[in-house]
């Protein structure tokens, strides 16, 4: 549990990537904080995160599930959530019909259904008191359809059409979402999506710590999106204009499973 007269931020995926990098600049920025991952690991970054006049509430749990979710909800006794970073996501490379469907189906667990639930227990209770500020952490990956990424890429496209939806219909509250899409970060992700053999999985990523800072001044902003980085971003806008059978294949030369030795 978590009580304290400082307004309050939650970050899910916060053991480690951005998601820690965010948890940092809210600790940097004097908010209390519950962070949550499913791993064990969550508990060190919050030892990391502490300092004397903020509270850190680590929470291990499963936030593809409706019970983990509710766990993390209850983690934070009750107080107002001025900040909410839903930044939880899994990865999954691999050929689509060679994948275990159990994984198939944590992954859409993960990046859709626990993320829309937390997004929606969360933004209800903003709404009674018409105040707090959403970060959902997107992907430059749903502006581009992924072979042998396909689950997730498709997965970030709903997760960044959901941004715009949801901000729309808050337009007339002082509640704002803002969506970060990302590229590539050097983070576990890939190495937890099995992607290490790949192009994709081990050229040169982007910091972090960088995206984070981005991605928290464009909420705290207001913007409706960012997309983190000059590259990306013309990635980005490319995208808009090139056709998709175009996309996949170009997907398909860096995340195909051994194109990193080609």
Known sequence: MVSGTKPLAVVTGA???????????CVDKGYDLVIAADEPAIEA?????????????????????QEGVERLIEATDGRPISLLFANAGRGLGGAFLDQDFHQVQRVIATNITGTIYLIQRVARAMR????????????IAG??????????????????????????????????????????????????AGMMDTEIGT??????????????????????????????????????????ETLAEKHR???????ARK
């Open 203 to 244: 050229h040169e990523k982007d910091d972090p710590a960088d995206v984070a800072k981005v991605g928290f001044d464009a909420m705290m902003r207001g913007d409706g999106d960012i997309v983190s980085g000059w590259k990306n971003k013309l990635k980005s806008a490319l995208a808009n204009i090139t056709p998709a």
């Open 15 to 25: 053991s480690s990537g951005i998601g820690y990098e965010l948890a940092k600049i």
């Open 45 to 65: 970054a919050a030892t990391k995160l502490r300092r004397s006049t903020i509270r850190v509430t680590p929470i291990q749990a499963d936030l593809a599930t």
């Open 143 to 192: 502006f581009t359809p992924g072979p042998f990424n396909a689950v997730y890429n498709a997965s970030k496209s709903f997760i960044d059409s959901f941004s715009f939806a949801l901000r729309n219909e808050l337009k007339d509250t002082r509640i704002t979402v803002t969506c970060l899409m990302p590229g590539g970060t050097e983070t576990e992700f890939f190495k937890r």
């Open 128 to 139: 009674d008191c018409n105040q707090g500020r959403i970060l959902i952490t997107g992907s």
């Open 253 to 259: 030369e860096t995340a195909e499973p051994g194109s």
